[in-house]
């Protein structure tokens, strides 16, 4: 009597083993069946990644340090940081990470302009009924929460080792940011701002382009930022199943306890870290120079 | 008679889960608001009113905060579903227009102007100003043009590039007076528009649309919680209470004939020599007489303030009360005028 109460009354052992293969083998034969048509359908994101890093390799290291300070410039308009960005990129480049860096920003830079491009509608979505905010939450808190290993389990399966399964990890992880935040900057928009353009007869897309999108911003803005941060912390996991990069080093100094490896190739996924956050805040906060010194 | 711009016949308005099945207490039983809460926690926002407004004028409708003001204005552009009544704008059924309908109404017909300025923080004042043409789909550069015009009248020449955010209250309601103007609509929806505002300034915004009304003569729905503002704007004016109307009518109506204690309360501190015309003292003359020689004339429209100091100049301390049209409506005295004063 007592046994039953200290040992939980578990399916047995056999009946168990049998339920997991059943799922296993069904899974298999599911990948056997559409494992080639989504390959396919993946190629063309296949093609543009490994044409973009090339790309990126292959052009002159001082047309890079341009382009990083242009754009640092034009996202956070400060000195600062953009002769920090500039600073970093040549330090990498000193210490032989650079063809790493080039592959790293690559995936990173595809991931998060897919999170954008896929997060944004589905933020947009949820926003639009409570009864989709109920469904999605659930989804996107999975997402988050999840061991990345326990979906890369399925990923690897269906798609192999590569670059698109790598890319598909980082984005399973880095997308839910921007959704949710599109989401709550769409909620928080003023109500009595919509019941003035609802007053002057916009049509639901002239408020949601007209109004909430443009509100929602500074959030959205919030969410792009932290998906790239939550991308580059991928830049490692990525890199066991196939996408080269700063995580790659990473990998090989774990398994030989490499400690300067680790923690240069570890900085430089930091430093990549802390120049996209310095510009998009900024760049964020300049989005949001109308609200001044409000009168409210 | 004229058609009414805008008819309201037995509007209701109740607020809850499931207002349709509370409405036959409210309006085949009498039950008021504070009842029909306790019993059946719904809240009466609007109950049974009727209002025709006409065209051209400024409709005033007053009464304390949560008597059902601004529940009643959101009913005349339908941003707010009524539980029963009708509405009708230049003779259309506001209820049974479909959704481009309404959109075309609240786009071409009136315009809104928000206690609490409701102006799109991301956009300039130029941009402001020009949302409803925007909306409207009108070419780009008419809307600049037709926004300049308006900015200039309200007084904002040179903030045109500036956001809402940086201008003062008052300031960003003369933005949202030119954004609810620039549309050239018939009917202007004014929701406590200056009860956010220090009183000289209010001051000053009543003096421009009134300005501006002698120029455009809109049809105006104003809402305000001020007695003064009430008298000083209003061509007509109802009185709301708990969402009921207790009283319509011009100024002096409501002064010298208030309909109960509510409207007693609101009218005791206001001064009446401001309001109180002539042509409410004036006794006609007797069948066929002449009026007396030497006495001075003043306009029936004339408030006693003005009017009292040529009262007790002129000789009998009587002057002769003249309508608009010319014609003699009777004399008025200066003790009238003083009885008058103390109610
Ligand atoms: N969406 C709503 N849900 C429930 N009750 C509401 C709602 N809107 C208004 N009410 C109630 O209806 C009544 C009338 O409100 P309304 O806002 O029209 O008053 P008001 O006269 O404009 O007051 P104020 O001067 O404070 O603006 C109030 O009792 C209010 O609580
Ligand atoms: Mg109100």
New interface residues.
Partial sequence: MWEFLTDFPAIGRRELAEMKKAIDEAFKGFSRTYGEGLENFFDPLLKFLVWFEKLLIATPWPIILVIVGGLAWLGSRSWKITAGAVLAFIVIGIFDMWEDTMATLAIISVATFLCILIGIPIGILMSRSDRMQALITPVLDVMQTIPSFVYLIPVVMLLGIGKVPGLLAVLIYAIPPIVRLTNLGIRLV?T??L?????????SR?KLF??QV??A?PNIFAGVNQTIMMALSMVVIASMIGVKGLGVPVLRAISNQYLALGLMNGLAIVALAIIFDRISQSYGKRLQA??????D | MTEPKIRIKNLYKIFGDHPEKVLPFVRDEGMGKDELLDKHNHVLGVNNVSLDIMEKQIQVVMGLSGSGKSTLIRHI?R?IEPTGGEITVDGADVLAMNDAQ???????KM??V?Q?F?????RTIRENVG??L???GVAEAEIAERTQHWIDRVGLTGYEEH?P?????GM?QRVGLA?GLA?DADIL?MDEAFSALDPLIRFDMQSILLELQAELHKTIVFITHDLDEALRLGDDIAILRDGAMVQQGDAQDIVLKPADDYIRDFIKDINRAKVIRLRALAAPLAEGAAPPDGLPTLPASTVLEEAMLTMSDAPDQTVLVERKDGTLAGTATLTQAIQALHG
């Fill in positions: 003023d009595e701002v019941e003035a353009a609802d007053a002057f007869g916009a049509s002239q007209g109004v443009p509100l911003l109308y609200r001044g010194q409000g009168h | 552009n941003l309404l959109r075309d109404l609240r786009r071409f315009s809104m928000f609490k409701a102006l799109l923080p991301h949302y409803g925007e909306v409207q956001y955010g940086h201008l003062s209250g960003q954004r549309t929806l």
